[in-house]
């Protein structure tokens, strides 16, 4: 649906590019994960998505179009939750989607419907008739989500939805993006909570000083990262461990941690075997594949 190809922006007077040739793609009924650390270039690739910024370079097509025809057809179709609030904090839940729902040219019939089944989906029912400035942390990124989903959009851009809400509200909301993407939806979630990426992505990009480092599907992403190796020794290890290990994939170590990124095909046995014959004494071992935040840190680290 959404195509992103060698996406370029410098804004004025800055030395670097806030993004630097990014080609990214974004499928219906799938939800994108963009991944990134302050200033990589996320709120960017918003902002032009959102309409806020016009292209400096590369394309931006939706079905083909270019995002500014497209919009230009149809300005509902991208819709963004950004992550400040945006709402009247002196109206009440009803009162903002009312407002809100004219901005999408939505009226009579049509606009209560919009009303009445965004706030069904967000479970705001009971807080209809509440100003938005006494509402919790969590109840105000529902009713941003809510907003965002009045016109009823085919792509759908959510800059960290979950920060500073409650248990409860975090449930809904990454359970609401899941539905949103299981009827059809294509969702772009940005989020520093690497953990609710890995639970609701199909696809991951992570973007690092305005460049792209990967761009794949979730399990693809975390295939590569390969077996690692966490030892825990009982004191400081012999000089020569690190060398000894090096042969059985990437070592890091940080005191008595030894870390391991095996070779391809490398059993653990082979390294705690080695451990074991520079006579160090393991107090524990873990074993398994990396996770989103495992690979992200690593990824970004050595960029």
């Known amino acids: ?21 990014v080609s990214i793609s974004v499928t219906r009924g799938r939800i ?31 079905d083909g179009l270019s995002i500014t025809e497209a919009r230009r057809r149809d300005p509902t179709r991208i819709a963004v939750a950004p992550q400040n609030f945006a709402f009247y904090p002196v109206l009440t839940v009803t009162e903002n989607l009312a407002c809100f729902v004219a901005a999408n040219r939505l009226r ?24 938005a400035e006494h509402l919790s942390g969590g109840f105000r990124r ?3 989500l809510a907003i965002a989903l009045l016109s009823d959009p085919e792509l759908l851009v959510l800059d960290e939805p979950t920060v500073g809400v409650d248990p409860r509200s975090r449930a809904l909301l990454l359970n609401a993006v899941k539905g949103l993407a299981a009827s059809g939806t294509a969702l772009i979630y940005t989020s520093h909570y690497m953990e609710e990426v890995e639970a609701i992505a199909d696809d991951v990009a992570i973007l690092h000083r305005g460049r792209l480092l990967r761009h794949n599907t979730l399990k693809n992403l975390l295939s590569e990262g390969g077996a690692h190796l966490q030892i825990t020794l009982v004191e400081l290890p012999p000089a020569d461990l690190v060398q000894r290990l090096a042969g059985y994939g990437r070592v890091r170590a940080k005191g008595l941690h030894l870390t391991v990124e095996l070779f391809s095909g490398i059993s653990p046995a082979a390294p705690l ?8 004494n393991i107090r524990e071992t ?7 935040d495992q690979l992200f840190r690593r990824l970004t680290e050595y960029s």
Do not use: W
């Open 142 to 144: 529902r009713l941003n």
């Open 286 to 292: 873990r074993f398994g594949q990396y996770s989103l």
């Open 1 to 21: 649906m959404l195509k992103i190809r060698g996406l370029s922006y410098r804004y004025p007077g800055a030395e670097a590019h806030a993004l630097d040739n």
């Open 108 to 131: 009579g019939a049509s606009a209560r419907s919009a009303i009445e089944r965004c706030l069904a989906f967000t479970q705001l029912e009971a807080h209809a008739d509440t100003r």
């Open 32 to 62: 994108l994960g963009l991944l990134g650390p302050n200033g990589a270039g996320k709120s960017t690739l918003a902002d032009h998505l959102a309409g806020l910024i016009k292209v400096q370079h590369g394309t931006i097509e939706l």
């Open 273 to 280: 075997a080695a451990v074991d014959k520079s006579g160090a």
